[in-house]
Structures are given as C-alpha cells and as structure tokens.
C-alpha cells in the first residue's frame, strides 16, 4: 500500500508574501497542485497535506479533491515536526509512505513512480531522490557511502566549508516504510542551527537508506522565493511547448509564447507570437491563434482564427474569425462560420451559425439567431442601473449602423432596424423598424452674424 503525504504547512517567508507559498501558481496550477499531480501516477491509498500556515486558504484551494486529507500543523516547527502530524493519522496504515515537499512543482511522475519501484525493490527503510546541483546552495546535502548508502544529510546552513563543497542534494522527496519511519518519528530533536525538527535527521536512525540521482536536476528545483518561481516558470514552459510542438503544434517564436499545463490544443494548430493560453482551454485542429491573443478558460473550435483578441470563459465554434481586437468574456459562446471584428466586445451573448459582428459593438446577456448581421456601432444597452436584461434577435435580422437595443427587447426574425435607431419595444418578424428622430433641413440657413455672406 502507498500513502503520499505533501509538506505544505510552512509560511514560505522568503516569497514574502501574504499568499502561503505552496498557493503560488505556476503555469495554470499552484505549487501543491503540480505536486499532488504528480503523486497521482503511484495511486496513493491516502492523500495527506499538512497545513499550517494559512491552512484555510490551502484547503479551500485544494477543496475540489475530495479524496485529499488536511492533517494540521498548528506551529511550524519543521518538516521532522510536520512528518510527525501524520502519527495519529496513520495509525493502521502500513506500507511505503512518499513524502514530498509542497514547494518541488517540477518533478516529473516517472521520477516518483521509479522512486517508489526502487525503494520496494531493494526493501529499503527509506529511499531519497538525490541530485547533482551545479549551484546547491540552499539545498541539504546528501553524503553516502560508497553504495549509495546515506550516512547523514546536513542542511546548507548547518554544514563546514568542506561539507558544502558536497554537490549532492536532497530533492526533498523521499519514501519510506511508514512503520520504520513512525517509530522512530518521536526521537528528533531540534539541535541545529534553525532550532526546528528535520524529517532528513530520521536518516541516522533508519537502515538501509538509499540516495536515488535524478537524472535531470531541474525536476528538483525547490521553490523558496520569487527568483526560483520565475526560474520554475521558465522550465514548465519550456516542457510545455516542447511536448505540444512534438504533438503537431507549430509555434512562431515559442519564446513569446506562453501556455498553462492545463491546456489542450489539437493538431496543426498554429500559435504565433506573442499569445498566451490559460487555464482549461482548448483549442481544437487547424486554429490559428495569435498573434497577441490571449485565451483564458474557453473552448475553440476547429480552424478557428483568433487575432489580437482576448477570449476567456467563453466557447467558439468551428471556423469563426474573432479580432482584431475583440474581447469576449463571461460565457460568451460564438457559433460556427462567424465573424466577429475590431472592437468589438461580447458578454454572455450567444450567437447562432454564421452570424456577423463585424465592427465596433457590445453585446450584453444577449441571444442571437443564425445569420444576423450586427451593424458596426450597435449596443444592446442591458443595464438599467440596478439589473441587467436580455436582449433577444432572431435569425437574419440586420441592425443599422449605431443603434441601440434597450433590453429587455425581443427583436424577431428578418427584421431590419435602421440606422441610428433607439429600439425600446420589442419587434415582430419580418419589419422595418425605423426608431429615430427625423431628418429636419432649413434651407438658406447659416450661423447668426454669418447671414451676409450667403448674399
Ligand atoms: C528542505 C530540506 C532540504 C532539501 C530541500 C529541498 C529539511 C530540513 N530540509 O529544505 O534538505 O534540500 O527541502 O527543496 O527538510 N514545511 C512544513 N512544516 C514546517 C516546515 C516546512 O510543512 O514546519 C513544508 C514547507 O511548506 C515546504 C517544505 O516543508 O513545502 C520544505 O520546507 P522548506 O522550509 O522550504 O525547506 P528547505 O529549507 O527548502
Ligand atoms: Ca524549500
């Protein structure tokens, strides 16, 4: 059997930050997330997150996963400390326990599940993932014996000048036989240079403990403050756009392009400079995002083009065109074959197939039919100061250049709305509506003092 716990009670001071740091997202996911993904490949029995600072915020982030256990570390006293809420918890359980630190969001499931693979193998006490850091500084060292048998771990803060020379490091990730490790458990004392509780201190008290290399040392970056969160980023993308363009995704410039571990993208798609995909979008076959397109939560269709636009929480259909510079927001969901352009900004507005909004509009909580034609200035004007209203056109209607649906307004179909029309009372189908002001001419008139001239 296998339990995971994931540390994740400390405050993370140098983030300096009032957000716990395990809550910093990286690349569409926090830090505790990526790691909780991880862990998903060994299927855990039991899924344990120690919470401390900022504990609330921690489990109301995490509440969605329902098979995930809160075990409370009211003082942070370390991470031996934190290993030591699980006693309680864990009290049936026997089998091999992982723990992983809250802040390694890198580590890839394969390096975990073969972790796990060799501590069983070998019936280890414990086994820990190890690294060869160019720049270990910050990190505990790892020393072992000539069978990669470790002897001790000291902490970056507690080591001599010749210890720190050690490049091996402790990735912070580490399975253990629970009943070893909980016997033992109560026997850490805090004699070291932070006065806390080291889980790495358990190593002088278990037998065998076994140092496992990772082979890429980046899976392993800790993230401690906002340097190494960027630097993190960094990687993640890098991984990201690496295993889409190998999945048939062409980017231009991929340096100027930036994607969440959240998203999907189809085949042959193409993202040009400078776009940026976020959260749980998809974007389907044959699209072509970007330039300057920044997609947020929404679901795109096959062969969609999307230029200089921001789209988020919103769904287009296959074949549309947004932008440029069009803002769709707030459920909006355009069908299939539409074309939506230069300013034009849509708001909870459902669109049928081959609909046109081609310039300068806003549509508001409003459901169109198939093939309108939305003249360039229209606005559905949908508050009223205290509620918003819906407003409602039906298929093939055309509304003229510049005018105004005062919602709550039901327009059928095949209605035409002229030019400059103020529209406040609903329309049947197939009419003309001219809603505006007449056209006054005064012939032979000019300016006050300016008469003479027309002599
Ligand atoms: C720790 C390791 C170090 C290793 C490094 C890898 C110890 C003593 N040191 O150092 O050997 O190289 O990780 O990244 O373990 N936490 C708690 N409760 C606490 C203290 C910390 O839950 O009382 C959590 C933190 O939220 C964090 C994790 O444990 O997610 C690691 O704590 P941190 O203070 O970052 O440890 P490091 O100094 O980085
Ligand atoms: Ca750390």
Redesign the pocket.
């Known amino acids: 059997m296998v339990a995971v716990a994931?540390?994740?009670?400390?405050?993370?001071t140098r983030m300096k930050s009032r957000l716990?740091?395990?809550l910093h997202p990286l690349g569409g996911r926090s830090?505790?997330e990526h790691v909780l993904n991880c862990a998903a490949i060994v299927e855990p029995k039991r899924q344990l997150v120690?919470?401390?600072?900022g504990g609330e915020a921690v489990q109301q982030a995490l509440s969605h996963l329902s098979e995930v256990e809160f075990v409370e570390?009211v003082?942070?006293?370390?991470?031996?400390?934190?290993v030591q809420q699980l006693l309680p918890h864990l009290q049936d359980f026997s089998g091999s326990l992982l723990v992983l630190?809250?802040?390694?969001p890198l580590l890839r499931p394969q390096t975990l599940a073969a972790l796990l693979q060799t501590h069983q193998t070998h019936g280890n006490a414990a086994t820990i993932l190890t690294a060869q850091m160019p720049d270990p500084k910050?990190?505990?060292?790892?020393f072992c014996d000539g069978n990669n048998l470790v002897t001790q771990?000291v902490?970056?803060r507690d080591c001599t000048p010749a210890q720190r020379q050690n490049r091996r490091?402790?990735?912070?990730i580490y399975c253990f036989d629970w009943q070893q490790l909980a016997a033992i458990l109560p026997q850490l004392t805090n004699a070291n240079d932070?006065k806390?509780?080291?889980?790495?201190?358990t190593v002088n008290f278990l037998s065998p403990v076994m140092a496992v290399d990772i082979e890429d040392y980046q899976e392993?970056?800790?993230i401690?403050d906002r340097k190494q969160l960027a630097a993190a980023y960094d990687i993640l993308q890098t991984r990201i756009k690496e295993a889409w363009m190998m999945a048939g995704v062409t980017m231009v410039d991929p340096d100027s392009i930036t994607i969440d571990d959240t998203v999907q993208i189809g085949s042959d798609v193409v993202i040009e400079p400078q776009t940026h995909l976020r959260g749980h979008s998809v974007i389907g076959p044959g699209s072509v995002i970007g330039p300057g397109s920044l997609i947020e939560n929404s679901q795109i269709g096959e062969n969609v083009k999307a230029l200089y636009s921001v789209i988020s929480d919103s769904v287009v259909q296959a074949n549309s065109r947004i932008g440029p510079y069009a803002h769709l927001r707030g459920h909006a969901n355009v069908g299939q074959n539409c074309r939506i352009g230069n300013f034009v900004e849509l708001k909870q507005a459902q669109l049928g197939d081959r609909t046109n909004v081609a310039h300068l509009a806003y549509l508001g909580d409003a459901t169109l039919g198939q093939q309108v034609n939305v003249g360039a200035g229209t606005i559905t004007a949908n508050y009223d100061g205290f509620k918003k209203h819906h407003t409602t056109i039906g298929d093939r209607s055309k509304t003229g250049a510049n005018t105004v649906l005062v919602a709550p307004i039901q327009i059928g179909a095949d209605v035409t709305i002229a030019a400059g029309s103020t529209v406040t009372e609903d329309v049947a189908d197939d009419a003309l509506v001219v809603a505006r002001s007449r056209q006054v001419v005064k012939p032979g008139w000019r300016l006050p003092g300016h008469e003479k001239s027309l002599e």
């Open positions: 994931i540390l994740a009670a400390g405050r993370g716990p740091k395990v830090l505790v120690i919470v401390g600072y570390q003082e942070q006293l370390g991470t031996g400390h934190a630190n809250g802040d390694v910050g990190y505990g060292r790892v771990i902490e970056d490091v402790n990735a912070g932070q806390e509780y080291y889980l790495t201190d392993m970056f800790g401690n």
